[in-house]
Antibody, heavy 122, light 110 residues
């Protein structure tokens, strides 16, 4: 079945780095745009980053621009988020989610993973 | 940058009642670009409505979306016990491309 599974979360000190992964299965990964969305404890959803199906386009929320890098490997059906210079305010559950290509109406995210938890603390 | 505001912050209702949730955008949004999600504690969000009024696969017909321009509404016609959750609206930005979420409305049991 269609599935997204995140991994790579954990406890990291402020200023440290972490790389999240999202494994896709059950659909043609290379046909879809992908996003990372996070949710701080007790807070709402915050979109973090977005990558096109061919990796030609990426975008980031201002809160992570210059510190986080999104990438994908279509041969491995995998999405990644490299997080550097981590801050306490980056503590959150990180979800990956898919959307269709914009030309095909990809204006929403129809499949989400269950999330991986990142805690930034000394 | 378009900002989404949701009201009320919390809606306290009983099973069987009608829920009306509002999402207001700081500037006009294409209806195609407006979606609604449901999130229960400890779970990932689930897509309910896309294109402002189209139900996602498997979503019961008690959920409906409407609106245009800057004002959008999610209506749950008769609340079932499993509908008590937090609801988020989301809009898609085409330039630069990305997503924005509203702060959410919690529907809890009265």
């Amino acid at each position: 079945q269609v599935q997204l599974v995140e991994s790579g979360g954990g406890l990291v000190k402020p200023g440290g780095s972490l790389r999240l992964s999202c494994a896709a299965s059950g659909f043609t990964f290379s046909d879809y745009y992908m996003s990372w969305i996070r949710q701080a404890p007790g807070k709402g959803l915050e979109w973090v980053s977005y990558i096109s199906s061919s990796s030609s386009y990426t975008n980031y929320a201002d809160s992570v621009k210059g510190r986080f890098t999104i990438s994908r490997d279509n041969a491995k059906n995998s999405l990644y988020l490299q997080m550097n210079s981590l801050r306490a305010e980056d503590t959150a559950v990180y979800y990956c989610a898919r959307s269709r290509q914009p030309v095909h109406g990809g204006y929403y995210m129809d499949v989400w993973g269950k999330g991986t938890t990142v805690t930034v603390s000394s | 940058e378009i900002v989404l505001t949701q009201s009320p912050g919390t809606l306290s209702l009983s099973p069987g009642e009608r829920a009306t949730l509002s999402c207001r955008a700081s500037q006009s949004v294409s209806s195609s670009y407006l979606a609604w999600y449901q999130q229960k504690p400890g779970q990932a969000p689930r897509l309910l409505i896309y294109g402002a009024s189209s139900r996602a696969t498997g979503i019961p017909d008690r959920f409906s979306g409407s609106g245009s321009g800057t004002d959008f509404t999610l209506t749950i016609s008769r609340l079932e016990p499993e509908d008590f959750a937090v609801y988020y609206c989301q809009q898609y930005g085409s330039s630069p491309r990305g997503f924005t979420f509203g702060p959410g409305t919690k529907v809890d049991i009265k």
